[in-house]
């Protein structure tokens, strides 16, 4: 028995797409049903024998039509007129694939009968197959009936054809898969409570726990509640349903609703193809033999009124000589032949085209719609057109909830997060930081301008006063002062005292006796203008760093390429066009406007080679430049010297890069050192050249007393030099003297000093105040305490007395002069603690104790109290060991 392929239906053939597709049942091909049903003249549905016989004038009616004869289905008579001869025909013909009667002759199927069996051997030896009709027929009523009734077409089979295992249609698995949605959605409903109850108990999350084991554990809770309230609202989970399905189920979830509604519709298409299939087995029409009686009766019909009653017959009585009659026929008006629709019947291949009418025929009515039968109001194919449609329609909104996947909402790992949340913690510490430090820098600048300002008017005081250079020289010229300057204090600005302290910063000067030196001695304060730094490499391209610390190339044609390592941007601007930008990645190239093509290595730096093979490289993090001839030679250069500092302002920022952890410490610790170092060289240069007008060319540091102890004559016994910046010395007094006790004057005054005189009727040369409070590099910048280095107006003293010194004192007990040991003692406490003190009368501020007046006895107020220290357990950065021992911020 012969069983189908799924699918195996016509295309056109909609009825069996249906019952294929709502029930998996394979409806075998329409146009392969009678293929073992024909004839070997190609006759669907029967066989046939066509003889010719003897002419008779009348046909016994009761000899034409079905089942007239024994052992025929159906008999022909007709006759032809082939030239005036007349002829009789008889055609018997034997159904193919009908059921037999009792009394053995053939019989068309009752109704909801189908036929059944397979292939089977006719009586000449012919091979019959009825299998593909039989399951055509009675196939759709047994699948449609297992699927309405059972839920499931799982075993269901007619004829030899079954369903496939795997296109087992089970309206059950609906309600499984939908009960399985709301197992997901309820776990959901439930764990999400819990969740949500411990990240309640939690509470919010606490900044404190940034890159912290605790912040993980919240971030965990926090990211599983969201992504189940996410899951929730994604599954419909809460919301009320009605029953649906067949049994009768209630959704808890929108998949699971949409799931049971598709399975009603199918069952409900199902049923009307069921009523459909009904309705037509309870038809004879559903048997193919029944039109094929009915072709043959309309042949019979024609027969009967076109040929049959149109032949006559004359008969000729014999004679003496013949005495036999003879009787011939003929043809009157009216005799029709051939058969209009099938042809010549004497030719047996015509009637093939009787069977195919049949069979037309019979397709016909299932694809014809039957408005007066019930059921079949739209036909079998009909209705497996609407059943089609409709399913499809209804099945659009039942699977929209399943074309989008369960998507999670927040798939970000925990290292994700806490890489994250130490980063973010990173740049908020760096923030603060990079905010602490430019507030440092600021007070640093503003003190720095200060200090320009105070050295200028002060020595410019120092010249022109009463008792000044101007009156030491004997004359009113202070160019000497600055030999080989062009001129003197008067006109100098705090930036222009640094060049003159600083040959090469803006000249090729060299001073202070550097013989090798070609450049700034101050390397933190260059001046302001010092050039920015370039490479020229081999082909003539230029090198050099921008106002940003980005590489900058310039061609020989004038193009430029400047490349920003924190974007990864490589900006081309031709001489005379707009500028491009791209984005350089690691491993990418950028082809120049002359040729030249810019390589970002992984490494970070960037290789440009020229048309002539020569190449640069450069890195941006170090501001290193490796030049490479074409025949090879490397030469290596730094555009990172440190002239990126200039002359500092009050809207200098110095924002260190935000790579750099513990750049808050580096930076003021560099600072510092710079700044200690560069004010060292202040002092040397200073006293070089003032000390150089009196001809004692050595250290106002070093002693100049005639004796231990305290000097008598009104000085002091001084302290070694021992590299810190200790202010004061005996100005013009030759080694081994000391000079007169002139009326004691100080350069600096603590914060809040007046301009008044004080009791023995020194004035202060810098009544200005302080420079914040900052002690730096061991000067004591509370008042920019340079004592003894200018000479003030006189009261009971003459314009030539000599200017007394009022040195750093330690303590109790060394008024009036230092020891060795109390000066050292001095000096450190100096540089653990920062001292703020007020001072009146002549009260030095630069160091500790007041200095002495003459005979020893203070002349102002006694030591001072220290009224602010350096707690010893707060945290100042800038103070830290290896710095120098300075207050820089807080």
Not at 67 to 91: C, I, P, R
Not at 156 to 172: I, M, R
Not at 599 to 620: A, E, F, M, Y
Request: no cysteine; aromatic share 6%.
């Amino acid at each position: 028995m012969s069983t189908p392929t799924s699918q195996s239906y016509d295309a056109d053939d909609y009825w069996g797409q249906a019952v294929t597709k709502l029930t998996g049942y394979p409806m075998p091909s329409r146009k392969g049903l009678f293929t073992g049903l024909s004839s070997k003249e190609k006759s669907p549905l029967f066989r046939m024998s066509l003889d010719k016989i003897g002419v008779q004038s009348v046909v016994d009616a009761a000899k034409q039509g079905s089942l007239k004869s024994s052992g025929q289905d159906y008999d022909l008579y007709f006759y032809t007129n082939k030239n005036g001869h007349v002829e009789m025909y008889h055609a018997r013909l034997v159904f193919i694939g009908s059921f037999m009667s009792e009394n053995g002759r053939s019989r068309g199927l009752e109704a909801n009968e189908s036929l059944s069996g397979g292939k089977y051997k006719g009586k000449y030896g012919d091979d019959w197959d009825i299998g593909p009709l039989g399951q055509y027929m009675g196939g759709p009523g047994a699948a449609l009936s297992a699927l309405i009734t059972a839920k499931t077409t799982q075993g269901a089979e007619f004829n030899g054809a079954s369903v496939p295992d795997a296109n087992v249609v089970d309206l059950n698995s609906f309600q499984h898969t939908a009960q399985a949605f709301d197992r997901a959605a309820q776990f959901f409903v439930d764990q999400g409570a819990i969740l949500a109850g411990w990240e309640k108990s939690l509470g919010s999350e606490q900044s404190a726990w940034k890159g912290q084991a605790a912040g993980i554990f919240w971030q965990l809770v926090h990211q599983l509640n969201g992504n189940y309230e996410n899951y929730k609202e994604q599954l419909g989970a809460g919301a009320t349903y009605d029953a649906v399905g067949d049994p009768a189920f209630t959704p808890k979830s929108s998949h699971s609703k949409q799931l049971m509604a598709a399975q009603q519709t199918l069952l409900t298409q199902g049923k009307s193809l069921q009523t459909a299939w009904n309705a037509w087995m309870g038809r004879n029409e559903h048997d193919p033999h029944f039109f094929l009686i009915k072709v043959l009766n309309d042949i019979l019909t024609w027969l009967t009124e076109h040929n049959i009653p149109f032949i006559t017959s004359t008969t000729t009585q014999g004679n003496v000589i013949n005495p036999t009659s003879t009787t011939t026929y003929s043809t009157k008006d009216g005799f029709q032949e051939p058969h209009p629709t099938y042809g010549d019947l004497t030719d047996i291949q015509n009637w093939a085209k009787v069977g195919e009418e049949a069979v037309r025929q019979w397709n016909e009515f299932i694809d014809t719609p039957h408005p007066d039968i019930e059921g079949l109001q739209l036909g079998l194919n009909g209705t497996a057109q609407t059943v089609l449609s409709n399913l499809n329609n209804a099945w659009i909104d039942s699977t929209k909830p399943f074309e989008t996947p369960l998507t999670t909402k927040n798939t970000g790992s925990l290292t994700e997060f806490y890489t994250k949340e130490k980063t973010e913690k990173a740049k908020e510490e760096t923030d603060k930081n990079n905010k602490d430090l430019n507030t440092a820098l600021d007070n640093l600048n503003k003190g720095i301008g200060d200090m320009g300002n105070n050295v200028t008017k002060s020595l410019n005081d120092f010249g022109d006063g009463p008792g000044g250079i101007k009156d030491l020289l004997g004359n009113n010229d202070t160019k000497d002062l600055n030999p080989g300057s062009g001129s003197g204090l008067d006109d100098k600005t705090g930036k222009e005292l640094i060049d003159d302290l600083n040959p090469g910063s803006s000249d090729s000067t060299q001073g202070n006796g550097d013989t090798t030196h070609t450049g700034p001695l101050n390397p933190l304060f260059p001046g302001p203008n010092t050039p920015t730094p370039s490479v020229t490499g081999p082909d003539g391209t230029t090198v050099q760093l921008n106002k940003d610390r980005n590489p900058v190339m310039t061609f020989p044609n004038g193009d430029k390429a400047t490349y920003d390592p924190k974007t990864g941007k490589y900006t081309v601007t031709p001489k005379d066009g707009k500028p491009t930008v791209h984005d350089l990645n690691p491993g990418q190239s950028v082809t120049n406007p002359d040729g030249s093509v810019t390589r970002l290595n992984k490494d970070g730096t960037l290789t440009t080679t020229h048309k002539d093979g020569s190449k640069q490289i450069v890195d941006p993090s170090t501001g290193k430049v490796t030049s490479i001839d074409k025949n090879g030679k490397e030469t290596v250069s730094d555009l990172n010297p440190r002239t990126d500092l200039q002359w500092p302002d009050s809207k200098t920022r110095f924002t260190p890069p935000p790579t750099h952890q513990d750049l808050n410490h580096d930076v003021t610790r560099d600072l510092n050192h710079d700044l200690d170092r560069s004010l060292r060289n202040l002092d040397r240069d200073l006293r070089h050249d003032l000390n150089s007008l009196g001809g004692n060319s050595h250290s106002l540091n070093n002693s100049s007393s005639s004796g231990g102890g305290q000097n008598r004559s009104g000085g002091s016994d001084y302290e070694e030099y021992d590299s810190t910046f200790h202010p004061g010395g005996t100005l013009g007094a030759p080694p081994g003297t000391a000079a007169a006790p002139p009326p004691t004057t100080e350069l600096g005054t603590g914060p809040g000093t007046g301009t008044g005189s004080d009791q023995d009727g020194s004035t202060p040369l810098n009544p200005a105040g302080s420079m914040g409070g900052m002690g730096m590099g061991g000067m004591g910048m509370g008042g920019m305490g340079m004592g003894g280095m200018g000479a003030g107006g006189q009261a009971g003293g003459s314009s030539g007395e000599r200017v007394r010194n009022v040195l750093t004192e330690s303590g109790p007990g060394t008024r009036g002069g230092t020891s060795r040991t109390g000066g050292r003692r001095g000096a450190d406490e100096e540089r653990s603690a920062r001292r703020t003190r007020t001072a009146t009368s002549s009260t030095a501020v630069a160091g500790g104790a007041a200095g002495g007046t003459q005979g020893g006895q203070a002349t102002g107020s006694g030591e001072r109290d220290r009224v602010h220290w350096v707690a010893e357990d707060e945290d100042v950065w800038g103070a830290e060991e290896g710095g120098t021992p300075t207050v820089i911020g807080r």
